[in-house]
């Protein structure tokens, strides 16, 4: 196709924007609610992915080391944890530490604990973090089994009903983006369908006149485009200026909470890009799929 | 020029349209499709612009086959020929230098020439001054005379017209006929299937009249021989 020709099938598909004008508003009217639902529950679905995220890698195992076991000893116990293929980094965490640590979590409470320093009744502790959270069970399990071991504990059953909770929510979160986006597309491409059902004749007596099909679905396709970047701009729009000041008013109370919030840049940026992509393919799928239906002349 | 051979049309739903039609059209002719209602002269029309394909039998025109022509190839070929409807099919939404320029985009000409050739039609129909207008906004009459602008804006050896008065008052048929008349004298071949009596019988050309499917009289300066 001749560079001319393209260009003349660009203006044709803008003048056919604008003297379709009911069609036409209908059209980016259904993109426009459509990437907007599609677009705020695809915000939200990220959200809870990265806060998913962060206490998945939260997960950690204590080990608590025999009191009996010398410096030696737990050189070689910690050198044991390591060479279990599923760790990824030991900590240790002295006695005193950890009676810091838990006088500090109790608040006020932990005052009471503070007696406890002349004799010091809690093991010294190694904390293990595996390379993936899913391993913390197993790898739990293992170091069980170790020397010098008193017991290694990661938060039984609570951790694995807390992954098992993310495994799920993470499932319905891509049926549902899933199901929503199948919504989408049929909504989209069936507001197009019903604008170009209304000019099957103008299809027709294009091919009367010797147009072939190439020539005729070019501003059609073209037009789809248009339409579904049209549709898409509201929703970016919206998403954006919401999700700003959402951000900006959730995050500084967030600070030190292990929730965190996607900064909106660039997790915005491709979300834009993602409505605008989804809304022009759309657009375009729409439009080709129901001209088509009109070219088997 | 267009023969036709020996040619038969049955529809799915067991009506025989075509019976059976053996016919020659010489170029530069000017031939009126006469006959009752539901005799087959719309399924002999659109056989000739390859809307309807015969179930045998060959329909050559301009040295192609139609009988044979590829669904794809459609196109091309009715780039030389030119069709004018009863209900003018002319695009709604492009004002009328659109509409005829459009034929001439299909085959990607110079815009330059496009214009030139446009307006040169539109003048020709008696149009120019209208040329920005939509459809909508004209007469019956100038809708078919956009049309007609149309189907010889690619100078074809053919027009095929599918009763083209047969929407229009009397006075602006004869208009109509008028241009028929001056692309005919151009060297156009012209066939056109018409009811209209008084036109047949009035400017005389070669008249076939088709009666259930089949060719009942094929005269030179004949008439239009039916009661309307």
Not at chain 1, 249 to 267: D, V
Not at chain 2, 138 to 160: D, T
Not at chain 2, 171 to 199: D, K, L, P, Q, Y
Request: no cysteine.
């Amino acid at each position: 196709m001749k560079i001319r020709t393209l260009g003349r099938h660009a203006r044709e598909s803008f003048k056919s924007i604008g003297r379709n004008g009911w069609m036409t508003f209908a059209s980016v009217s259904a993109v426009t609610v459509t990437l907007i639902l599609v677009g705020v529950f695809f915000v939200i679905m990220m959200n809870l992915n990265k806060v998913a995220q962060t206490i998945e890698e939260d997960v950690q195992i204590r080990v608590h080391i025999d009191v009996a076991a010398n410096d030696e000893d737990q050189q070689k116990l910690k050198s044991a944890i390591e060479n279990i293929s599923e760790v990824q980094s030991v900590k240790f965490s002295s006695k005193e530490q950890e009676l810091k640590d838990l006088i500090k979590s109790m608040g006020e409470d932990g005052q009471a604990f503070k007696l406890f320093e002349q004799d010091n009744p809690l093991n010294d502790v190694f904390i293990v973090k595996t390379k993936k959270p899913q391993d913390t069970m197993n790898s739990a399990k293992e170091i069980g089994k170790l020397e010098y071991v008193t017991k290694a504990v990661y938060g039984k059953g609570t951790v694995e009903k807390l992954f098992n909770f993310i495994k799920a929510s993470r499932n319905v979160g891509i049926v549902l983006i899933a199901g929503l986006f199948f919504t989408a597309v049929f909504l989209i491409s069936n507001t197009i369908k019903i604008t170009i059902i209304a000019r099957r004749r103008e299809i027709k007596i294009m091919r009367l006149v010797g147009a072939t099909n190439n020539f005729i679905r070019w501003p059609f396709f073209l037009e789809g485009l248009w339409l579904g970047i049209l549709g898409a701009i509201l929703p970016i729009i919206l998403i954006s200026i919401a999700y700003y000041n959402a951000y900006e008013y959730l995050a500084p109370k967030l600070i030190g909470n292990f929730i965190q919030i996607l900064p909106y840049s660039p997790f915005m940026y491709q979300v834009s890009g993602l409505l605008l992509l989804m809304g022009g393919l759309i657009g375009v799928w729409g439009s080709v799929m129901s001209v088509r239906k009109f070219l088997k002349v | 020029m267009i023969e036709l051979q020996d040619v038969f049309k049955k529809y799915p739903n067991g009506v025989t349209a075509i019976n059976g039609i053996d016919v020659r059209i010489n170029q530069g002719e000017f031939v009126y499709v006469v006959g009752p209602s539901g005799a087959g002269k719309s399924t002999f029309i659109k056989m000739m612009y390859r809307e309807e394909v015969p179930t045998s039998g060959t329909i050559t025109m301009n040295g192609v086959n139609l009988a044979k022509l590829k669904n794809k190839k459609v196109p091309i070929f009715r780039r030389n020929l030119g069709v004018v409807f009863q209900d003018f099919k002319l695009l709604p939404m492009k004002t009328v230098y659109e509409n005829v320029a459009f034929a001439l985009e299909v085959i990607e000409a110079q815009p330059k020439y496009i214009k030139k050739r446009v307006m040169e039609v539109l003048d020709l129909v008696n149009l120019k001054h209208k040329a920005r207008m939509l459809p909508t906004e004209l007469s019956g009459g100038e809708q078919q005379r956009v049309s007609i602008a149309r189907s010889i804006v690619n100078s074809p050896k053919v027009v095929i017209a599918d009763e083209p008065t047969g929407n229009l008052d009397p006075e602006t048929s004869w208009e109509i006929m008028n241009i028929f008349e001056e692309i005919n004298n151009r060297g156009t071949t012209i066939v056109m299937a018409t009811h209209n009596r008084e036109i047949v019988n009035t400017i005389k050309h070669r008249v076939i009249a088709i009666e259930a499917g089949k060719i009942a009289r094929d005269e030179q300066r004949g008439d239009y021989g039916y009661e309307n």
